[in-house]
């Protein structure tokens, strides 16, 4: 009743925003709303829903998409008059104003532990004939990551289309890029970015599924690029580039602009035709940006996921790069595989020398003339205490302080690559590029114009007070290549989304990490290797860093799982991944936090590390049908009408209310009140399906939480031929007199069932909430 009376009220203050727009403008600006509509209620004598919505309301509406299929609905740009009537409509569930959203912007593969011998790789086939579906800013098809070579007929399932348009043509379709659209109605419609606002500017954009941002064509490569042998990105991360599903086929959804964002309305287009194109596999590298989770009946991501899961197609989507901070995960619906960001065993290191002798370790993709150890003056405009100045923004520089010296830039702001582009205009010869204290030791190398090494916040605070020192402080930066062997690896990357979940911490967010910092792949010829305007270089791949890279080896990786298991649901895939993640890093010790140093939690990490060696045979997965995902719904207080905006069709939600941490999810969060005293429990309630040997004994291992006991009821799992399924309950005690939480607020432990062959892990959080 919660929810559906917080619908109630945003939709009587759109009204009302409404009538009080229309009283102070004669020619208000329209805007773009998203209208959930009851389909039962169509009339039997209009042909199609497109009809229906045209014909039906009193003024004439301007309907920029139509949704089917995840979705019954429209979306349209609309007056103030036309929005009162049409949310006057009694077949209108809910209404919702189009939002922008923003991207999260080799030799992952085998670090993932895919080996071409034997394994995932071969018992799927590398992927074949598994359809990922990439909602992105495009492609560049000619890169030979997309190369059909060798590939088999088109499957007979797919439905989709090769849209044409600028620069793309049906040629630039084959076997391996099996489809292709975009969507844009949502995007001119914009105020601020239709016609009043521009438009699309196709002097830097294409109208047409080609990548004018190269983000689309680096994810799409991720997820299935072919074998590309000689790869590299000016000589750094030299070898043969491939994707996590190099047979998979793809299907390409752009849906992102360059310079403007992704627009819901469209989003939700590319859902609804990607389902009904016949995808297996979607990726949505794609979130808010603003660190606020919209409920999920407000959130077209999380709709339009819900129901291409509930068609059977795994969506996998980027937990987003507002870490460290706590709660900064995005992406929250349970029937989402929610990807943040570890490093890999490569990089690219670079070092500052300074004058006194000290070397300073960074890293750097600068590949243009090196400084050959010349000394220069060295200085840091944030002396001055000028925000603007430290962090090198635009016309902030002063060409006499700066210019023939190394200049020190502060992280944040404007891009990182921009800050350099800013050093040189104002004469400056080097960039030394220091994170902030929110930064940490995180490092990402970049593909800078001029000799530029990043540093860590320690590092940077060194050289600072160098400088400080010394009047005469001098530096050099030298350049080393790639260097492969990184130890330790995998770290947390500190920019990764952290938990807790910010909707429902009953269910742990991020579910996993992924290979997410300095990953080669495909690039577009549209522009250079920063993105920026004024970078004319061109590259075949490109080394980028973000949760949208995590996300795309995820959708590989389900690709390669639905290939050799095409009987597996999307919930049954993400089992898999989650259940035989890793802790470890390549020392054999507990995964650690790059921002801290201190070892990881799995709010940092979720359930670890995805392991593909292990993921294809997990032993047991912990399964969900669409009744569990609308119980989970009914359990946190939507009510059937609000339901329905996410789920289609009417649902009627139980007598007894069910319980949120009851949704059998791989991972267990036991929240606690802290207004609860003395000894107090929880018990929860699990199933596993055996997809592994018939006959099969599983015994419970716990791992309990500091301060915290945890029983299990059977210890015991006994699987047979017959005998598929089991269910098992778990009880939490704390005493609130001995609980004591770390500095996230929690305290972690685990449950696993093993049978000694397969460990079967959850992670368990154990916390404590104030009451509303």
């Known amino acids: 009743m919660a929810s559906l009376l917080l619908l109630t009220l945003f939709l009587c203050f759109t009204f009302s925003a409404i009538s009080f727009f229309s009283s102070v403008s004669a020619e208000p600006e329209a805007k773009t709303y998203i209208f959930r509509v009851d389909s039962f209620s169509k009339p039997a004598v209009f042909p199609t829903h497109y009809h229906w919505y045209s014909s039906e309301f009193t003024e004439p ?33 809910a209404t919702f104003e189009d939002r922008r959203r923003q991207l999260h912007t080799t030799r992952s593969p085998q670090f993932l532990g895919l080996r071409n011998q034997k394994g995932l790789w071969s018992e799927s086939d590398y992927g074949s004939d598994v359809i990922v579906g990439v909602l992105d800013t495009g492609i560049w098809p000619e890169r030979r990551s997309f190369s059909d070579l060798n590939l088999g007929p088109v499957p007979t399932r797919w439905k989709g289309v090769c849209e044409t348009g600028a620069k793309f043509t049906a040629q630039n379709c084959n076997r391996k890029i099996i489809g292709a659209r975009f969507f844009s109605k949502g995007h001119e419609a914009a105020p601020g970015f239709g016609p009043i606002g521009g438009g699309i500017n196709d002097t830097v954009e294409f109208r047409s599924p080609r990548d004018a941002d190269g983000h689309g064509t680096h994810t799409a490569s991720t997820a299935a690029g072919r074998h590309a042998f000689r790869a590299s990105m000016s000589g750094y991360a030299s070898g043969i580039a491939k994707g996590v599903a190099p ?16 627009f819901d309305s469209d989003i939700l287009a590319a859902f609804d035709a990607a389902v ?12 808010g940006g603003d660190g606020i ?27 987003g790069n507002d870490g460290p901070n706590g709660m900064s995960v ?36 600068y590949a243009g003339k090196p400084l050959n150890g010349k000394m220069y003056p060295i200085v840091y405009p944030g002396k001055s205490g000028v925000l603007s100045a430290s962090l090198c923004m635009e016309n902030s520089l002063d060409p006499h302080l700066v210019r023939g010296k190394i200049v020190i830039c502060d992280r944040g702001s404007n891009p990182r690559v921009a800050k350099g582009l800013v050093v040189n205009k104002a004469g400056g010869v080097g960039m030394i590029l220091a994170n902030g204290v929110s930064n940490g030791e995180g490092l990402v190398g970049d593909a800078h114009m001029i000799p530029t090494c990043a540093v860590g916040a320690n590092e940077g605070d060194a050289i600072k007070s160098y400088i400080a020192k010394n009047p005469t402080a001098s530096a050099t930066i030298n350049f080393h290549g790639t260097v492969i062997g990184v130890k330790p690896a995998p770290v947390v990357a500190s920019f990764s989304g952290r938990g807790p979940n910010g909707l429902n911490p009953e269910i742990l967010k991020p579910d996993l990490i992924a290979p997410g910092v300095n990953i080669l792949a495909a690039w577009t ?69 790059e921002a801290t140093g201190k070892p990881a939690t ?43 905006v996410i789920t289609k069709s009417p649902v009627n939600c139980p007598m007894r209310k069910p319980l949120p941490e009851n949704l059998n999810y791989p991972s267990i969060s036991a929240l606690f009140s802290t207004a609860t005293k003395g000894v107090s429990s929880k018990t929860f309630f699990r199933t596993v399906t055996n997809v592994g040997d018939g006959n099969a004994v599983y015994r419970v291992k716990i791992e309990a939480p500091k301060g915290v006991t945890v029983s299990v009821k059977p210890a015991k799992l006994v699987f047979s031929e017959k005998v598929r399924k089991l269910s098992y309950y778990v009880t939490v005690t704390v005493d609130s007199k001995n609980l004591v939480l770390n500095d996230s607020g929690a305290v972690f432990g685990s449950l696993s069932w093993v049978d000694g062959k397969h460990v079967v892990r959850s992670p368990m959080v154990v916390t404590q909430m104030s009451p509303l």
């Open 525 to 593: 010829d549209a522009v250079g290797p920063t993105g920026l305007d004024l970078d004319n270089r061109k590259a075949e791949f490109n080394i980028l860093s973000g949760t949208s890279m995590s996300c795309p080896h995820v959708s590989g990786a389900a690709a390669l799982l639905k290939s050799a298991h095409p009987d597996w649901s999307p919930a049954a895939i993400r089992s898999a991944m989650m259940t035989t993640a890793s802790l470890v890093d390549n020392t054999l010790q507990p995964m650690t936090d």
């Open 602 to 644: 799995p709010y940092d990490y979720g359930a670890g590390h995805l392991n593909l060696d292990l993921a294809l045979d997990p032993g047991l997965v912990y399964d969900l049908a669409n009744q569990d995902y609308v119980s989970f719904l009914c359990a946190i207080e939507y009510g059937p009408k609000t339901i329905q």
């Open 247 to 262: 047979k998979a086929r793809l299907a390409v959804y752009k849906v992102c602009w360059k310079n403007s964002g992704c």
């Open 293 to 319: 989770s919209s409920p999920y009946y407000l959130d077209p991501i999380a709709i339009g996921a819900y129901g291409a899961v509930s068609r059977g197609v795994f969506v996998s989507s980027s937990a």
């Open 330 to 365: 995005t992406n929250l619906a349970p029937w989402l595989t929610t990807v943040g960001a570890g490093t890999i065993d490569r990089n690219f290191p670079a070092e500052v020398i300074l004058g006194d002798g000290r070397k300073l370790s960074g890293v750097s993709l």
């Open 276 to 287: 009904s194109d016949g995808v297996d596999v979607i990726s949505i590298s794609i979130g």
């Open 61 to 93: 509406v301007n309907i920029l998409h139509v949704y089917d299929n995840v979705f019954h609905g429209f979306s349209a740009s609309l007056s103030p008059s036309q929005a009162a009537s049409v949310l006057q409509h009694r077949s209108i569930l």
